[in-house]
């Protein structure tokens, strides 16, 4: 079974602050990489599906970049906002199975 | 519009028992899973399964069993609970076809084995 990592593990930012986190996976045999986010008492939604070197997906405020070759990808928030508390997850596709990330866990406060 | 349907939402168990959680979609999608989620690990892959009559261990596939006897519906047995099997489950589904499918998830299971 692979590594998927993300880092941070946590991070606390203030409203209107910017933010980015990073998933870390293997760089071989790449298919896709997915973005969740998941709030308290909720289920993971997806953010985003990344399937080529050099993608770039924007939803509103958050955006991801994915480079295979080297195997990461970021994701970035623009004027962070409280509603966007919650647990960021990222998964590698590895033969047909979704791995994830253990998560990055953003607290915004007002 | 359904999507994915988990049952029980809450489970409280003893040391031992055996129990079923019911995981169904109605997106005709090949592909289901059985998660679990611990405090500071994110979703641990438990078992999954690409068709009908096909499953495969994840991560932590030991006390769990599973089978897929439909495209609807994918159960996940505890055959003898333990406390380390105290837990939030979730069942996820996606379609196979392309590359850029997402996962949809279940509600989730509360589990507590005393």
Known sequence: ?110 | NAGVTQTPKFQVLKTGQSMTLQCAQDMNHEYMSWYRQDPGMGLRLIHYSVGAGITDQGEVPNGYNVSRSTTEDFPLRLLSAAPSQTSVYFCASRGQGIRNEKLFFGSGTQLSVL
């Open chain 1, 1 to 110: 079974i692979l590594n998927v990592e993300q880092s941070p593990q946590s991070l606390h930012v203030q409203e209107g602050d910017s933010t980015n986190f990073t998933c870390s996976f293997p760089s071989s045999n790449f298919y896709a990489l997915h973005w969740y986010r998941w709030e308290t008492a909720k289920s993971p939604e997806a953010l985003f599906v990344m399937t080529l070197n050099g993608d770039e997906k924007k939803k509103g405020r958050i955006s991801a970049t994915l480079n295979t070759k080297e195997g990461y990808s970021y994701l970035y928030i623009k004027g962070s906002q409280p509603e966007d508390s919650a647990t960021y997850l990222c998964a590698f596709t590895e033969g047909g199975k979704l791995i994830f990330g253990q998560g990055t866990e953003l607290s915004v406060k007002p």
